[in-house]
């Protein structure tokens, strides 16, 4: 229980003090006029008040991978703390942070965008199409997984197929209308069912007296019952919960909404931070609900299953069912946003006119329509990989926000620094994955899989640090 404590008083501390040193770096001004205020198309730009910024945030961002990344990381053990903390504060609230901002700075241009203006046309392509497909691909699993989720609790008449539809119509709704019509209005009711399950959990697990929680210091050791490694398998299984490129797509939406650069730090690294708490609430239950981490991988029916055991065991049947809605709501109040930025992206892509309602339904019905179409593949598959795109994404936002700041003479190494171990893990994932090239190499190689995977992660990340070098040199004389 010491080491959870710690770790959650690492990640307030970390928003106090960190957080407003990354808002202090970047150099937040009330006096610069913001999108929400200077464009106010009443349909994506629309001012909200500061505690709707941080609950849409919060609610956009935390979708099933502070749950289930979280709860599959606990399969290593408690060292899955260690990245939650770390990888939130000087990486992933540092990532969500710099997206939302530099968007606010380019009147809430999507991510795709701004990693061309810093980055080149090139990364700009590339982007567009990453990011458009993985905010589909997480639109699909937002709404597949949440269909599972409710089908536990309905009659069996009310399938899971039933509920897709139901939440599909939903998304409809929700990526058409205007932001303050649905989202900004029913986020707060799903954010009251959000933070009452991760308080249920959290407290049962650490109060109840029922169940163990080990500390960090005598089980400082990789568990997973599959023998994968820490590195860099466990950087990929914990997205959400430590630092992820989804984010990044969703900072532009609420960028728009801001009326004041001030409240970025409350509306991106907070919500970052207090995402990464939810998730340490999961993984914490992970490491204690089940004896050890190979029960937890053998609890039938797949992580689903885990999530009801752990709520209904924990909360009692009512209780149970209210921290359910909680972890339905997380998906769901991400997938809308999911195919709403979608949407933004492809607009801003091809620059059309989203107060035009006409123009607007057109691209809400094909994105949607994309998105039915891949939910009819294993839902699986479309996890996996949408996880690795994730974590790309990821990569490109911290290099360009490293690039921002060095055209602005400001401090690069808050960007660069994570950037360059989130290279480095990516590109050794790449290789070393089943789902990139390990599937194809992986028999080749052998054992020599892994260390082959780990050397040309470090080749590829020296020769983009070099890169990167090269181009401040040249901005410095510039």
Avoid at 233 to 259: D, E, K, N, Y
Avoid at 306 to 333: H, N, Q, R
Avoid at 413 to 434: E, G, L
Wanted: net charge positive; proline share 3%.
């Amino acid at each position: 229980m010491i080491t959870f404590i710690i770790c959650v008083l690492a990640l307030i501390f970390g928003y106090i003090f960190y957080g407003k040193y990354i808002d202090r770096v970047f150099g937040s001004s009330a006096d610069n006029i913001t999108p929400a205020v200077k464009i106010n198309d009443g349909v994506d730009y629309v001012v909200m008040k500061p505690w709707k910024l941080f609950l849409v945030q919060l609610l956009n961002i935390a979708g099933l991978g502070p749950i289930f990344g979280a709860l599959n990381g606990a399969l290593f053990g408690p060292i899955a703390y260690v990245w939650i903390v770390l990888g939130a504060i000087f990486a992933g609230a540092v990532h969500d942070y710099m997206s939302g901002m530099i968007s606010m700075r380019h009147n809430g241009m999507s991510v795709a965008e701004i990693s061309g203006e810093y980055l080149g046309d090139g990364v700009r392509k590339v982007m567009r199409l990453f990011s458009i497909f993985l905010l589909i691909m997480f639109g699909v699993v937002f709404s597949k997984g949440p269909a599972g989720l409710i089908a536990l609790l309905t009659p069996e008449k009310y399938g899971e197929t039933f509920w897709f539809v139901i939440i599909v119509a939903y998304y409809f709704i929700a990526t058409f209308v205007p932001v303050d019509k649905v989202i900004g209005r029913i986020y707060p009711i799903f954010g009251i069912c959000l933070i009452a399950m991760a308080l249920g959990v959290g407290s049962v697990i650490m109060f109840s007296g029922k169940y163990q929680m080990p500390e960090l210091w005598n089980n400082f050791t990789n568990v997973h019952p599959n023998n994968l490694s820490v590195w860099p398998f466990l950087f990929v299984t914990i997205t959400c919960g430590a630092i992820s490129g989804f984010h990044s797509t969703q900072s532009p939406m609420i960028a728009r909404c801001c009326a004041s650069e001030k409240q970025g730090h409350k509306a991106f690294y907070g919500a970052m931070i207090a995402e990464s708490i939810i998730a340490l609430v999961w993984a914490a239950a992970g490491v204690s609900f089940y004896e050890n981490s190979q029960a937890l991988l053998q609890a039938g029916g797949g992580v689903n299953t885990v999530v009801y055991e752990i709520c209904t065991s924990t909360m009692g049947k009512i209780g149970g069912i209210i921290a359910m809605l909680g972890v339905i709501v997380c998906p769901i109040t991400s997938g809308d946003t999911s195919y709403r930025s979608a949407r933004l992206s492809v607009a801003d892509w091809l620059k059309f006119d989203q107060k035009d309602w006409k123009k607007r339904l057109l691209l809400t019905v094909i994105i949607l329509g994309i998105g039915v179409a891949i939910s009819l593949l294993d839902y699986s598959v479309v996890w996996r990989y949408a996880q690795w795109i994730n974590q790309f994404i990821a990569m490109i936002v911290l290099w360009t926000g490293a690039m921002y700041l060095v055209k602005n003479k400001k401090n690069h190494f808050i960007c660069s620094v994570p950037a360059t171990f989130i290279t480095a893990m990516f590109f050794t994932y790449f290789v070393q994955s089943p789902e990139c090239l390990g599937a194809l190499i992986g028999n080749l190689l052998g054992s020599y899989l892994p260390i082959v995977s780990i050397t040309f992660g470090l080749i590829i990340t020296s020769v983009i640090c070099i890169l990167f070098a090269i181009k401040c040199k040249k901005q410095k004389e510039f």
